[in-house]
């Protein structure tokens, strides 16, 4: 039982390359989430999906897309990078209606934008 | 989701016990009280969750009185290995969650 995987762990990027942050979880959770954090910062949410099928934004969208590809996976992806982008990314999961506010996060993506 | 304030940092020696203080004022009635600990270079981990007066697990205790306009993790006799950056968030369970992270609190557990 790995938990929440991410690939790759470290990633640097030029200004305007794209890449896609894989991420996923064999704990057969509904829900899934990418955050971001910025140094000295605590987490942001980028994107979440409430269950397989449907996504929404968070508090900081904008430069992201993201597809749940299915019930294990959600991939965060950056069209044209930008250094403001530089930050560790970081994917979670959570179950429905277990009573609790539970997040089970990966182990981060460190992503450097030059 | 409700606004949470809590010191930035805090400093303590080894097998002494940690009061870390979180206010909450604008709590509303559905709202639950959720702490997680940081360790650098990995994803926030889960520690204790509360709505009203004490919970206590085997890591910690979460005491929030009963106007749960602040909630206080307790650690005791932390040692080393507690230093950690620890998170108060305060939010609805629902079908979902979003968490909402503040600064949190820098925890430097000294020998």
């Known amino acids: 039982n790995a938990g929440v995987t991410q690939t790759p762990k470290f990633q640097v990027l030029k200004t305007g390359q794209s890449m896609t942050l894989q991420c996923a979880q064999d704990?057969?959770?509904?829900?899934m989430y990418w955050y971001r954090q910025d140094p000295g910062m605590g987490l942001r949410l980028i994107y979440y999906?409430?269950?397989?099928?449907?996504?929404d934004k968070g508090e900081v969208p904008n430069g992201y897309n993201v597809s749940r590809l299915n019930k294990r996976e959600f991939s965060l992806r950056l069209e044209s990078a930008a250094p403001s982008q530089t930050s560790v990314y970081f994917c979670?999961?959570?179950?429905?209606?277990?009573?609790?506010?539970?997040?089970?996060f990966g182990p981060g993506t460190r992503l450097t934008v030059t | 989701l409700a606004k949470t304030t809590q010191p930035i940092s805090m400093d303590s020696y080894e097998g002494q016990e940690v009061n870390i203080t979180c206010s909450h004022n604008n709590i509303a009635t559905n709202d639950y009280i959720t702490w997680y600990q940081q360790f650098p270079s990995q994803g926030p981990r889960f520690i204790i969750q509360g709505y009203k007066t004490k919970v206590t697990n085997e890591v910690a205790s979460l005491f929030i009185p009963a106007d749960r306009k602040s909630s206080t993790l307790s650690l005791p006799r932390v040692s080393l290995s507690d230093t950690a950056v620890y998170y108060c968030l305060v939010g609805a369970l629902s079908g979902y969650s979003t968490l909402t992270f503040g600064k949190g609190t820098m925890l430097l557990v000294s020998p």
């Open positions: 999906s409430a269950s397989e099928g449907t996504t």
């Open positions: 979670a999961s959570s179950e429905v209606g277990t009573g609790t506010y539970e997040q089970y």
């Open positions: 704990m057969n959770h509904n829900s």
